[in-house]
């Protein structure tokens, strides 16, 4: 295969997934969307977090939020997770690496609140202990998942899972969807 057919073969795939996610998740992303428009409507407060690429997905959806997407509007409480060095490191080095995103859920997030939670197994235990803090704290929980969507999907109250063990591509869509669902907001934040 050349390098052309490689990228061809490659983006068709893309597009494929996506278009299988459209034709099976839109009512998850239309959901997804009035939550978000609902807790921030609210007061509310939107928290994302992840690691890897996810860790990178959940402080870009956060910079989206507060500053702006598609519109100049006032800014929106979003936060990533992720971005706190120090309490990041602090929190591994005295309670371990599971407990650096339930650390923060505890302490900062409230009822009413939503936590966005990106995982391509579904199954990292900081995510995990994430979703099950929020849930004893009454933050809703949304999980943007892949493969078979792990434990988080029984912990979320809503789950976008794309059908695919592949991360890169899982990520990728679970980027794409999030900018749609921030055209959303934006757009039910309008109204």
Do not use: W
Not at 33 to 42: K, N, P, S, V
Not at 108 to 117: F, K, T, Y
Not at 146 to 152: I, M
């Amino acid at each position: 295969m050349t390098p052309a057919e490689h990228a061809r073969a490659g983006l068709a795939a893309l597009a494929a997934l996506a278009t299988r996610v459209a034709e099976t998740h839109a009512e998850t992303i239309a959901a997804i969307a009035d939550t978000y428009a609902a807790a921030l409507r609210a007061g509310g407060t939107l928290f994302f977090a992840g690691n890897g690429g996810s860790a990178a997905d959940a402080q870009h959806l956060a910079t989206e939020y507060v500053v702006r997407y598609r519109a100049t509007r006032p800014a929106l409480r979003a936060m990533a997770l992720t971005t706190d060095s120090s309490l990041l490191t602090a929190c591994a080095n005295d309670m371990g690496f599971d407990e650096v995103f339930a650390r923060q859920v505890e302490a900062l997030a409230r009822p009413g609140d939503v936590l966005s939670l990106h995982s391509t197994s579904g199954e990292s235990p900081n995510v995990i202990r994430a979703a099950q803090t929020a849930k004893r704290h009454g933050v809703k929980v949304v999980g943007f998942l892949g493969q078979s969507g792990g434990q988080v999907k029984e912990l979320a109250d809503v789950a976008l899972i794309v059908p695919s063990d592949d991360t890169s591509r899982i990520q990728e869509i679970h980027l794409a969807v999030e900018h749609l669902i921030c055209e959303l907001v934006e757009e039910r934040l309008r109204e």
